[in-house]
């Protein structure tokens, strides 16, 4: 099983529209997770972060469940602008992992007018 | 300057050249890392510094060659690539240990002719 597994997409949906992205990980110790966004030739930057059951940002909404371990992202009245490739993030299998991540594929959302 | 910086944005390089990318951080961070993303794949961790020593090399040819002279700065040192090293170098830091991720850097778009 993959340390992080998410659909790819790519999901087109029309402005407006509520989409949610799911994500899995295997390292059931894992305490916290975050969804970045990366834009097409561009740097991944940290959307969420969560670290209980789930965080609300505005029109954003991370939800964490623990015992299917997935984590979830929820996009409310979609804009053009939130086009982009969204990357679920775990921390990895194993002790004394130092800050490092692991990085799903990413999911392709793209909103059109 | 604030942030993580990386240079070149952009490096086109023949398979014998000898070339080496920058980062630097100004966050105060204790880590860094570079990762390599090609097209249509997931972010590849290549190396983590912690408190400027190598704690991770994830199984990359010797090809790649980092260093890390201080907390602040991270070269990747690129020799005899292929064409298949051709993608996106990012580079990151962050706390050892931190929940809150990563910040990453531009990126070099590196391609390999």
């Known amino acids: 099983r993959k340390e992080v597994e998410q659909d790819p997409g790519p999901f087109n949906v029309p402005e407006g529209a509520t989409v949610a992205f799911n994500c899995t990980y295997s390292?059931?110790?894992?305490?916290?997770f975050f969804w970045y966004r990366q834009d097409c030739r561009k740097e991944p930057k940290l959307l969420m972060s969560v670290y209980s059951s789930g965080n609300e940002d505005g029109r954003f909404t991370a939800q964490l469940n623990r015992a299917s371990q997935y984590i979830s992202l929820l996009i409310r009245d979609s804009k053009l602008s939130d086009s982009a490739t969204y990357l679920c993030v775990a921390p990895p299998q194993g002790y004394n992992q130092g800050g490092k991540l692991i990085f799903g594929q990413g999911t392709e959302l793209s909103v059109k007018p | 300057e604030t942030g993580v910086t990386q240079t070149p944005r952009h490096l086109v390089m023949g398979m014998t050249n000898k070339k080496s990318l920058k980062c630097e951080q100004h966050?105060?961070?204790?880590?860094m890392y570079w990762y390599k993303q090609s097209a249509k794949k997931p972010l590849e961790l290549m190396f983590v510094y912690n408190f400027k020593e190598q704690t991770e090399n994830n199984s990359v040819p010797s090809r790649f060659s980092p260093e890390c002279p201080n907390s602040s700065h991270l070269f990747l040192h690129l020799h005899t690539l292929q064409p298949e090293d051709s993608a996106l170098y990012l580079c990151a830091s962050s706390q050892v240990d931190d929940s809150y991720g990563y910040t990453f850097g531009s990126g070099t778009r590196l391609t390999v002719v």
């Open positions: 966050l105060g961070h204790n880590a």
């Open positions: 390292n059931s110790a894992s305490q916290s």
